[in-house]
């Protein structure tokens, strides 16, 4: 069984398309988190949620929009999307907030392309 | 602010050599350090990790020290071999962190070739 699972694993879609990615964790953990890694590799967090309350929002357009129905699932909703979207959207888990063991989990990665 | 400055890549080996990756950091207080590796298609995972000044992380052959003195925790390894190829990325985090924030450096990549 996969420990932090994201669907789709790529996706291809027009400007102006609204898209989801969906996360899965079952490890237990209760904090999870999206990541975009840009062309150059680059990492940045974009949301953080613990026990599903929204504890990292980074300065991210609000087209962009966490969901996370319960701690084991946090989705991704992003609006009217853009060419400067297309990036690889990583999924990631701790138990307890990374700053004290700072082990994350990570999916495999989500590839956007926006066409 | 609180940042990680990594050399930048990418780094192009034989297999057998030594290699060195440069970690450099920026923080208030005393983190603990990271180094995660990214193989090609997958995800990042926690390699080792250091989390108070001397201390060595180890795994998979690979080393780096927490050294305050000079704000660094260099990743080591005698011998890497083609399997080592990779994006590496340094990061750190504050025990405690009420954000639980974890700062990655750019990754550096490894090349081995046989």
């Known amino acids: 069984d996969t420990a932090v699972s994201q669907t789709p694993k790529y996706l291809v879609t027009q400007m102006g398309n609204d898209k989801s990615i969906k996360c899965e964790q079952n490890l237990g953990h209760d904090t999870m988190y999206w990541y975009k890694q840009d062309s150059k590799k680059f990492l940045k967090i974009m949301f953080s949620y613990n026990n599903k309350e929204l504890i990292i929002n980074e300065t991210v357009p609000n087209r962009f929009s966490p969901k996370s129905p319960d701690k084991a699932h946090l989705n991704l909703h992003i609006n009217s999307l853009e060419l400067g979207d297309s990036a690889v959207y990583f999924c990631?888990?701790?138990?307890?907030?990374?700053?004290?063991?700072?082990?994350?989990?990570f999916g495999e990665g989500s590839r956007l392309t926006v066409l | 602010g609180d940042s990680v400055t990594q050399m930048e890549g990418p780094v192009t080996l034989s297999e057998e050599a030594f290699l060195t990756i440069n970690c450099t950091y920026t923080a208030t207080g005393y983190p603990s350090l990271f180094w995660y590796v990214q193989y090609p298609g997958e995800g990042l995972q926690l390699l080792l990790k250091?989390?108070?000044?001397?201390d060595k992380g180890s795994n998979k052959g690979f080393e780096a020290t927490y050294r305050k003195e000079t704000t660094s925790f260099h990743l080591e390894k005698g011998s890497v071999q083609v399997s080592d190829s990779a994006v590496y990325f340094c990061a750190l985090s504050f025990r405690g962190s009420t954000l639980g924030r974890l700062y990655f450096g750019r990754g550096t990549q490894l090349t081995v070739w046989p």
């Open positions: 250091a989390t108070k000044a001397d």
């Open positions: 990631a888990s701790s138990q307890g907030l990374s700053g004290a063991s700072g082990e994350l989990f």
